[in-house]
């Protein structure tokens, strides 16, 4: 199939999924990218179930969407399929995180018991992480990476506070996550090294 027919197949396809009471046109949608996504997804999550409860959220708020008229260029479904099903999952990921405040907040669900050694493992990596966030020279890297990823802070209250713009949070994250890593990395490595 040349390009220009494929382009030209795409565009009928977006076409008839425009159309609000095209349940074919739905159901070929469906048909279409549902394999994709949630391969894409088990891939990501390891987890079947949660996949499909993904892809079928994803699937439900793309052909609503449609009926309301709201996705702006239908002839690009596929990729706006996938950052869909992406951003269902982070949500889910943000829901379901559990942050460590501290010893005296920690408490295991009771339908997860985790071995001890786990359970040690799992403290070890919060002490090291805690420590790898003391290490770091720059105050202002700390502050972001704690009120961002710890403490779950909407970004724009940080942006506020911090009197930066929502660009200068993101690069201000992205150097502190690299300087994190560099010291999480050779601290890791001492900790197999020499104890």
């Not at 987890?47 to 996705?71: A, H, M, W, Y």
């Not at 339908?111 to 799992?122: F, H, I, T």
């Not at 002490?127 to 502050?143: C, F, G, H, S, W």
């Not at 201000?172 to 001492?190: E, P, V």
């Amino acid at each position: 199939m040349s390009e220009d027919t494929r382009e030209l197949h795409e565009l009928a396809f977006a076409r008839a999924l425009l159309n609000k009471d095209s349940e074919a046109g739905q159901m070929e949608l469906v048909n279409r990218f549902s394999r994709g996504l949630t391969c894409m997804l088990i891939k990501r999550t390891g987890n079947p179930d949660l996949s499909q409860d993904l892809v079928q959220e994803t699937f439900r708020l793309v052909i609503q969407k449609l009926r309301n008229g709201e996705v702006k260029e239908p002839a690009k479904i596929i990729g706006y399929l996938r950052q869909v099903a992406i951003n269902l999952l982070i949500a889910n990921h943000r829901k379901n995180k559990h942050w460590v405040q501290g010893e005296e907040n920690m408490s295991e669900p009771e339908d997860a018991a985790p071995s001890g050694e786990s359970r040690l493992e799992q403290n070890q990596r919060v002490q090291l992480v805690r420590k790898v966030i003391a290490e770091m020279t720059k105050p202002r890297d700390r502050e972001a990476l704690i009120r961002f990823y710890v403490a779950e802070e909407d970004r724009t209250q940080i942006c506020a506070d911090m009197k930066l713009d929502t660009l200068q949070l993101t690069k201000i994250l992205h150097r502190a996550r690299g300087r994190f890593k560099q010291i999480w990395q050779s601290k890791k490595g001492m900790d197999r090294v020499g104890g």
